[in-house]
């Protein structure tokens, strides 16, 4: 199985629709929160470096998180494929994560793009926050994370595309429906 970087706004579904891909396929899922929280509660080196950012309010240099995920990546069983969700969110780092997987001779594979119209995304999210508890989606946080995705995220779709492998699923109003064209997709490659 080819590598897949899962991309779309925030509320779009990339952590739901990872996790049926990965049931499908017994792929390898790389989360970077996920990764992220896993290296500083192992207390490795590069979760110790991480830590010390973050307990400065600073965002990790893209180095730092492409270290971070090249050794997740390395963990992993050879030759199954990975999911890459919430990581590239720059032009910097698809081309940092680019690199990082030609040295070890693999590819990008497909970025499969979730295409959510805006209000239903701010409905998921206040849905979400509800749901979970989570004191980050409320309506302005929402709205700000809609703005960053835009400005800083939302370039890379073109970026992919120029790379060809960008395929893009649009929300049509039903969950198992976009899961069956996914699929059906990815049961080509």
């Known amino acids: 199985m080819k590598n897949i970087i899962i991309f779309g706004a925030p509320g779009s579904g990339k952590g739901t629709y990872s996790d049926e891909i990965v ?3 017994g792929m390898g ?12 509660q192992a207390g490795t080196e590069l979760g110790k470096t991480a830590q010390a950012y973050i307990d400065k309010g600073q965002l990790l240099p893209d180095s730092l998180m492409i270290d971070i995920l090249a050794d997740t990546y390395d963990a992993l069983p050879e030759g199954q494929g990975v999911i890459f969700d919430g990581f590239p969110r720059t032009i910097p780092q698809a081309e ?8 070890r001779k693999h590819d990008m594979g497909v970025m499969i793009e979730l295409v959510v119209d805006e209000d239903t995304l701010l409905k998921r999210l206040l849905n979400r926050a509800i749901e979970q508890g989570r004191a980050d989606d409320n309506e302005e946080t929402i709205k700000a994370r809609f703005a960053v995705y835009h ?9 992919f595309g120029k790379e060809g492998i960008r395929h893009t699923f649009t929300w049509k109003g039903d969950k198992e429906l976009m899961l069956s064209e996914i699929f059906a997709f990815l049961d080509t490659l």
């Open 29 to 40: 899922h790389i989360s970077t929160g996920d990764v992220l929280r896993a290296q500083i």
């Open 23 to 25: 049931k499908r396929y």
């Open 151 to 159: 400005a800083q995220t939302e370039p890379l779709s073109e970026w």
């Open 96 to 103: 940092a994560l680019k690199k990082m997987l030609a040295e």
